[in-house]
Structure formats: C-alpha cells, structure tokens
T-cell receptor
Framework: DGGITQSPKYLFRKEGQNVTLSCEQN?????MYWYRQDPGQGLRLIYY???????QKGDIAEGYSVSREKKESFPLTVTSAQKNPTAFYLC?????????????FGEGSWLTVV | AQKITQTQPGMFVQEKEAVTLDCTYD???????LFWYKQPSSGEMIFLIY??????QNATEGRYSLNFQKARKSANLVISASQLGDSAMYFC????????????????FGSGTRLLVRP
C-alpha cells in the first residue's frame, strides 16, 4: 500500500548527540515536510522540500538539518545545537498543488532526550 | 505573525449534541485552502474536511461541516451528533503560497482545540 513510513517510532537521545529520523514515501509526491509538535501544541514547520536536491527552512529550522537526495526520502537530523529536542515529529508529503485529502502524514516519531 | 488562530484550548460536548470549533486565519493570498484535522492520542493526523477559498458552498463530509465566512476570515468546524470517539485534538490548517516559489505551498497549523465528549 502507498503511504509514508517514519522510523523509529520512539527514540532516546543523550544530550550532545545527533540523531536522524527517517521518512520514506512511495506516493511519488514531489513535496515533503517535517513538523515538530510539543505536548498540547500545534504543528510547527521545520523544513520542507518541493523537489529533489532542494529544501527550504520553515519556522523553526535552527538546530535541524535535512537532505533530499531521492524523491522518496527526506531524513531529518536533530543536531546537538537543538537545545530542546524532546517532541513528537511528523513527516508529510503532498502533490505540488494540494487540496482536500492530498497531503499524507506519517505516524510520527517520539524523540526524548535523556 | 500568527496566521491561524484557534481560541478554544479545550471544549466539552455532550454525546449526540453538536459542537462548533472556532478557527480564524489571516492571509493576503486570494487563493488558499483551509483544512481540519483530527489527532487522537495515538498521534496520527486524520484529514476531516477541506475548503478552498473560491468554493461557493460550505464543505461537508458526513457529520463534519465547515462554516466558511470569507469576509470574516473564519472557518469553523461543526461536528453534528457527537460520538465518544470524537474525543481528540482538532487542528485547523491553511495552505498558503510561499513567497519565493510560485507553484509551491506549505501547510501551517493552529494551536489546536482538545474536544472531550461526555457520555
């Protein structure tokens, strides 16, 4: 079945370590997105990518990095520069001019700093 | 500046009654789309309903309807005949065009409303 796969579901990180969250889609979507969600809060855009080898900063890009070497993959690295990384991370993908139910979300990854 | 505002952090509704979740937005783009999502405790994002800025009629999807008042820039979600399974976080979101790429869009979210349905 087509969809978005995020891994791992749960991840623990020691302070000072970089971690990478995986996001893979087989929907042939051009656009992919990473959101951060803190408890009881809305989703905030970290990075987005409209095409391969190109990506744009969202509202809270500091302390994060991404790559888009393949259309189906958009990994997010949470670097040690991100001072408060404990959160729920959601990946999404869409066609370029999406409307209705044409943006798809992964099941999310819970990151905890220990 | 905040583009999507949901002023109700939490709401209660009695089972089988209707409830309205508020959403106001701000954009200067004449072409935009408005979305509502449901997020249960599992974290998944469930699409509920969509309204395009040029749509003449309010969108409806089963028990969900969107009260779209363009001049007031509001897009309230109405859930009729509430069920216990409706208890969740609800997010309003807006698709806007990015300023630097004509055919590219990003989706921005409000802070959400937690709905609890009482039996």
């Amino acid at each position: 079945d087509g969809g978005i796969t995020q891994s791992p579901k749960y991840l623990f990180r020691k302070e000072g370590q970089n971690v990478t969250l995986s996001c893979e889609q087989n929907l042939n979507h051009d656009a992919m997105y990473w959101y951060r969600q803190d408890p009881g809060q809305g989703l905030r855009l970290i990075y987005y990518s409209q095409i391969v080898n190109d990506f744009q900063k969202g509202d809270i890009a500091e302390g994060y990095s991404v790559s888009r070497e393949k259309k189906e993959s958009f990994p997010l690295t949470v670097t040690s520069a991100q001072k408060n990384p404990t959160a729920f991370y959601l990946c999404a993908s869409s066609i370029e001019n999406f409307s209705g139910n044409t943006i798809y979300f992964g099941e999310g990854s819970w990151l905890t700093v220990v | 500046a905040q583009k999507i505002t949901q002023t109700q952090p939490g709401m209660f509704v009695q089972e089988k009654e209707a409830v309205t979740l508020d959403c106001t937005y701000d954009t200067s783009d004449p072409s935009y789309g408005l979305f509502w999502y449901k997020q249960p405790s599992s974290g998944e994002m469930i699409f509920l309903i969509y309204q395009g800025s040029y749509d003449q009629q309010n969108a409806t999807e089963g028990r969900y309807s969107l009260n779209f008042q363009k001049a007031r820039k509001s897009a309230n979600l109405v859930i009729s005949a509430s069920q216990l399974g409706d208890s969740a976080m609800y997010f309003c979101a807006m698709r806007e065009a990015t300023p630097d790429m004509d055919s590219s869009y990003k989706l921005i979210f409000g802070s959400g409303t937690r709905l609890l349905v009482r039996p």
